[in-house]
């Protein structure tokens, strides 16, 4: 049985806090429908890096939040149980410092009820972050990859989320979906750095140009792997260019910072275009 992919509008990895700050403005029916991606989970409960851990910059944010979760049995026993009560279809985000932790978490979310599927971040772009587990080359994504996927069912989707390297991206998307990726989610925030010099991620409408870029690449040479563009998407015009090049679903992250509505506007929105296409 193929895996059921996520679309056309997806909460990117932790902007949709818990579920429970998004809810009042996911519209009339709340959170159920909606495709949500949770923060990073690691086995251990992380504090985060220090502060400050987010800083507005023209175009968008610079963050080095460091992954803080409460670890996975905090999150099975409290936060997955509301998010399927409220209707999400909740993908994990999952990260790890060793092959093995991948593994583990794979092996206990699959036997979580209301797990839809999982996100792998094998592109954290803070030091704190990528210091969990290096995979900086794309053979080293797809082992991280196939680990999880011989842990998790085949009939439900492992997304791999990647960093917008437009010299390495198609090389990555082919050995990841070869690895067992149901999709690939491109991209993840683009490396930058704070005022005071500290390795942080670059999100927001700043880097759509860049994560345009791969995903029309991934598609022009990996047509058949789905591609979830990402990267400062925050209306209809920005997820049509998405689209437009060939990705399957978009996801929206940093807009929900500033507009908790975005997502809400969104499906309405590509719901309508759908309707006028079909027309």
Known sequence: MSA????????????????????????????????????????????????????????????AVGLPNPGLEHFLATELPWLVRAGARVFVSIAGSTMGEYADLARRLSRAPGVAGLEVNVGAPDEVGAALFEVREPYHSASVIAAVRREFPTDRPVLAKLRPDVSRIVEGARSCHEAGASAVVVGNAVPAAFPDGRAGGLSGPAIAPIALRCVAEVHRALPAVPTIGCGGVHDLRSAGAYLDAGASAVQVGTALLHDPTTVARLRAALALRALQEDA
């Open 4 to 63: 059921q992919l996520p679309g056309p509008v997806m909460v990117a990895a932790g902007c949709g806090g818990t579920g429970r700050e998004l809810e009042p403005y996911a519209g009339p029916d709340g959170l159920a429908g909606l495709d949500l991606v949770t923060r990073s989970i690691t086995l251990d409960a992380r504090a985060g890096g220090p502060g400050p851990r987010v800083v507005e910059v023209p175009g968008g944010l610079v963050n």
